[in-house]
């Protein structure tokens, strides 16, 4: 079946820094991806919609300049969490549509990216 | 925001049906009925999805009510490995994101 695979599974970096996370489509092309966000005991929070060739889309509150988003293939879409501080801290998670009919297709789900800035 | 309610948590003992319960009134004609479920610290797996019928696959079956403003997700034999969150979701066709609410622990009791 289709598979979304991410990279790092876990990351831990200093106050200041930068963090990039990988979101790969391992055997079907994606031209858009999803990103979320999740904070503890709480829902997953989409952050923005990753399209390849073009500039993303990020939802209300999420900053574009803070967390860069970069699809430039079919099969990878790239989040780089920049000056990361410690709110920043959270699992991040990548999700594309498999290929089909696209009127229904379902979303598959990266394992996720365990972000701690300290 | 999301448009589903469950219950916050249910239990099950381990062998049994586990029967997942979801509200969604105010679904649209075009709007199909998904569930996930995510266990602890990894993404979420897709499960089932369906539009009006009734659908079955190797994981689950999903009842859909005929006016479409509620669903049952049920796992036939539930075990421990099942214990997890899971979301209902209400999802318009083509290439669109999923928006979670908070989704129903389901806890597997042997």
């Known amino acids: 079946g289709a598979v979304v695979s991410q990279h790092p599974s876990r990351v831990i970096c200093k106050s200041g820094t930068s963090v990039k996370i990988e979101c790969r489509s391992l055997d079907f092309q994606a031209t858009t991806m999803f990103w979320y966000r999740q904070f503890p005991k709480q829902s997953l929070m989409l952050m923005a919609t990753?399209?390849?060739?073009?500039?993303?889309?990020?939802e209300q509150g999420v900053e574009k300049d803070k967390f860069l988003i970069n699809h430039a293939s079919l099969t990878l879409s790239t989040l780089t969490v920049t000056s990361a501080h410690p709110e920043d801290s959270s699992f991040y998670i990548c999700?594309?549509?498999?290929?089909?009919?696209?009127?229904?297709?379902?979303?598959?789900f990266g394992n996720g990216t365990r972000l701690t800035v300290t | 925001d999301a448009k589903t309610t469950q219950p916050p948590s249910m239990d099950c003992a381990e062998g049994r049906a586990a029967n997942l319960p979801c509200n969604h009134s105010t679904i649209s004609g075009n709007e199909y009925v998904y569930w996930y479920r995510q266990i602890h610290s990894q993404g979420p797996q897709y499960i089932i999805h369906g539009l009006k019928n009734n659908e079955t696959n190797e994981m689950a079956s999903l009842i859909i009510t005929e006016d479409r403003k509620s669903s049952t997700l049920i796992l036939p034999h539930a075990t421990l490995r099942d214990t997890a969150v899971y979301y209902c979701i209400v999802r318009v066709s083509g290439n669109t994101p999923l928006v979670f609410g908070k989704g129903t622990r389901l806890s597997v009791i042997a």
């Open positions: 990753s399209n390849e060739g073009s500039k993303a889309t990020y």
């Open positions: 999700s594309a549509t498999t290929p089909g009919p696209t009127y229904n297709s379902p979303l598959h």
